[in-house]
């Protein structure tokens, strides 16, 4: 009875107060966590039916499997965090991280845990392998456990860590103003290629018919004016087809006012919506040709957006930039005889069908060597506004 007061008294303490009562003694407190409350889980019969029971260890036993310990790993040349801790020097880095946070509290210091500090992480990593002999798991390394406990991925030498060091070099040769060193570096998954795993390449010039390296991007929508709505160019068209983000959009009308078409503002945006948004663009005083101005500050991204006008569209009902056929003039060009003999510049709004098939050629001879450059939001290919030809009679 009198054996069983004192454990009955033990186990209300809680481990703070055992701590202080001993005086944060490295060893003291040792013996109360790996041996004292051990022996008391034993007393716990039914929790070891099914499980293995713990094996109370003291700090003089521990310190006696230093030998067992390196016999038994044979890790050979490691790092220090990457090499098994003996149980002796589990119960050597326990007793002098005790004493270390100790000597903080004493300073005043607030002891919070932090993965990077090396007090505290010996502390965490000698009490779970302790722990772990106790019960019979397998112990972890120094590297396990603070990937563990702070709940981490290592930063290692990956594919990642490779192609920030090739950024850093070619950043290095425009920063000493030799920009026409620099290469596109490809790291092969094998050294198959040449027997070379970096591949270097020369830089491809900016695609002039891509309206994000273009010096001034415009690009074509083609889409019905009587049934389109500004909704529909605010969402489907700028955001869905484009990949734009916060679009700001405006134009002149025939009368000559600069128009906000679709704002950048929450407020206006709201009130746009209700008022605008259904509205189709030819009741907005669109017209075949009408330009727009459009920003995504977001992006950093401006560009012109000409709109042409078909009346019928496949679905969904627009295209953005590639060629299409334009409903043709009204007006039937003058017989030859009739034409006058002076010279006739004739700007017309129809695209030279040889120009066009030469545009064609070209850009599909810039395919073959730029790949997806020029591509953006999705399948959605577009390709810049030519110009329209100048044609001389004569």
């Known amino acids: 009875a009198a054996a069983a007061a004192p454990a009955a008294e033990a186990k209300r303490k809680s481990t703070r107060a055992c701590a202080e009562e001993i005086g944060y003694d490295g060893v ?12 008391m889980l034993l007393t716990l019969d039914k929790l070891w039916v099914k499980h293995r029971a713990p094996i109370p260890l003291t700090h003089a036993q521990a310190l006696t499997l230093a030998a067992a310990a390196a016999a038994e790993g044979g890790q050979g040349p490691l790092l220090p965090d990457q090499r098994v801790w003996s149980i002796a020097e589990c119960a050597d880095k326990f007793t002098a991280s005790v004493q270390a946070l100790r000597a903080r509290m004493l300073k005043g210091e607030v002891c919070a845990w932090d993965k990077d500090d090396d007090t505290a992480m010996d502390f965490v990593c000698a009490t779970s392998n302790l722990r772990s002999h ?10 396990d456990a603070k990937s563990m406990a702070g709940n981490i991925i290592p930063a290692i030498a990956t594919t990642n860590a490779a192609i920030a060091g090739l950024i850093v070099m070619e950043g290095l040769k425009l920063l000493r103003g030799n920009p026409t060193a620099c290469r596109s570096v490809y790291l092969s998954r094998s050294a198959a290629v040449r027997n070379r795993l970096l ?25 019905n004016l009587d049934t389109i709505t500004v909704g529909t160019l605010a969402d489907d068209v700028l955001k869905k087809g484009l990949g734009l983000v916060a679009p700001c959009v405006s134009y002149t009308p025939s009368a000559g006012r600069l128009v906000e078409l679709v704002s950048t503002d929450e407020e206006d945006l709201e009130e746009q919506r209700a008022k605008i948004f259904g509205r189709t663009l030819r009741t907005m005083s669109f017209v075949d040709g009408t330009r727009l101005r ?8 401006n560009f012109e957006l000409v709109v042409r006008h078909k009346g019928d569209v496949p679905a969904p009902g627009f295209v953005i930039g590639g060629h299409i056929e334009h409903e043709a003039p009204e007006e039937k060009p003058a017989p030859a005889a009739a034409r006058p003999a002076a010279d006739v510049l004739d700007l017309t709004d129809e695209p030279d069908e040889s120009a066009a098939a030469m545009d064609e050629g070209e850009e599909a001879g810039a395919g073959e060597g730029s790949g997806e450059h020029g591509k953006r939001g999705g399948d959605t290919e577009v390709a810049s506004q030519a110009k329209r030809p100048c044609t001389v009679r004569r």
């Open 28 to 39: 003291a407190l040792f013996n109360k966590l790996f041996h004292d409350d051990m022996r």
């Open 134 to 143: 106790i019960f019979g798991i397998a112990l972890k390394t120094r590297f």
């Open 199 to 223: 591949i270097p390449a020369a830089l491809l010039p900016p695609n002039p018919k891509c309206y994000v390296c273009s010096h001034e991007p415009s690009i074509t929508l083609t889409a």
């Open 294 to 301: 459009v920003f995504d500050d977001l992006q950093r991204f």
